[in-house]
């Protein structure tokens, strides 16, 4: 099998209360990372499929009053294309199915941005995004239906604010989404919309406004409502940054379930370092491109106490 040299590494400072996954690179170090026979990267820890996401020199830049523009993406790519200038592979591959990846960084780097492109909410201003094998194309006659069909059938979000609709019950916003693609009758939506309550732990909530939830527990339903229409993507935008350390732990071990049992692939948004251990790959973006990133050999679920312990000893 070929090999390729892994990217740079950064690796965060945690305690015993936070293990490192076993076999995950150090600091620094740069090892061989055998590929399979379509030039990808085989996971030490995990089977991942054929790639999801693929991104090629994405751009993003906004315009300001007077004219001025602001550039938030540099130049960000994801892909097996190689160097033309020396014709080695890229050190950044694309996301794979069934992957979980961590955008990482300070605020204001650009990793919301870079995930509201790859969703199709917002369009770059030069390069490429590729989805599920189609690259996304902004300029087409009927760019918007196609993207809004896109975003329906095949990617589920989850917002740090939850976004639920206040007027209707934990049983509708779940609902709601299946409704709007139309392809299930009544009573397939209504028993698809309590499987997915359940599997959250609200089986006994369905009926209550987000009003009458926790955080926890209305962060949980934007969950189910985000597997509604049984995406192959979801993609999560500081999706626990307003939970407290339990419900952190929490949300962040059901999505681990639901990335290992249902081999959905995942992109999470966030500042907090202690996350890592729950992701395959850290991509680390600073100032706009990716400056270095992490591949943990096993995802590692936290325990709330020891976590909890470990925040109350380092603050």
């Known amino acids: 099998m ?25 600091e620094g170090e740069a090892h061989e990372v055998e590929t399979d026979r379509h030039g990808m990267p085989i996971h ?8 999801v996401v693929v991104l090629k ?6 315009l300001l009053d007077g004219g001025a523009s602001v550039d938030v993406l540099k130049g960000i790519s994801l892909s097996l294309d190689t160097d033309p200038r020396d014709g080695t592979p890229s050190e950044f591959y694309p996301i ?12 204001g780097q650009g990793k919301t941005t870079l995930c509201n492109c ?19 194309d902004a300029k087409a006659a009927d760019s918007e239906r196609t993207l809004a069909d896109l975003r329906l059938r095949k990617i589920g979000w989850v917002f740090q604010s939850f976004q639920l609709l206040g007027a209707l019950s934990a049983f509708e916003n779940v609902e709601l989404p299946m409704s709007v693609l139309g392809e299930l009758s009544k009573q397939e939506r209504t028993a698809r919309a309590k499987m997915l309550l359940a599997m959250v732990g609200l089986e006994d909530r369905i009926s209550h406004l987000p009003s009458e939830l926790s955080g926890g527990e209305q962060q949980r339903v934007a969950i189910a409502r985000s597997l509604a229409n049984a995406p192959r993507l979801m993609l999560l935008d500081e999706a626990v940054a307003d939970l407290d350390t339990r419900n952190q732990v929490a949300v962040m071990n059901l999505l681990l379930r639901i990335n290992l049992e249902r081999k959905v692939t995942m992109i999470m948004v966030t500042h907090d370092p202690h996350l890592e251990c729950y992701a395959d790959r850290i991509l680390y973006i600073r100032d706009g ?27």
């Open 44 to 51: 030490p820890g995990k089977t991942l499929g054929e790639p």
């Open 2 to 26: 070929a090999a390729v040299s892994a990217a740079p590494v950064i690796r965060a400072d945690l305690s015993e209360a936070h293990p490192r996954p076993s076999g995950a690179a150090t």
């Open 96 to 107: 794979r199915e069934g992957e979980f990846v961590l955008l990482r960084g300070a605020s």
């Open 118 to 136: 790859i969703g199709a909410i917002d369009s770059v201003t030069g390069g490429s995004i590729e989805l599920f094998g189609e690259v996304l």
């Open 57 to 62: 020199d994405v751009r993003k830049a906004y």
């Open 289 to 315: 491109r990716i400056e270095a990133q992490q591949i943990n050999a096993k995802q590692t679920p936290l325990d709330a106490e020891a976590h909890a312990a470990f925040l109350a000893a380092e603050g």
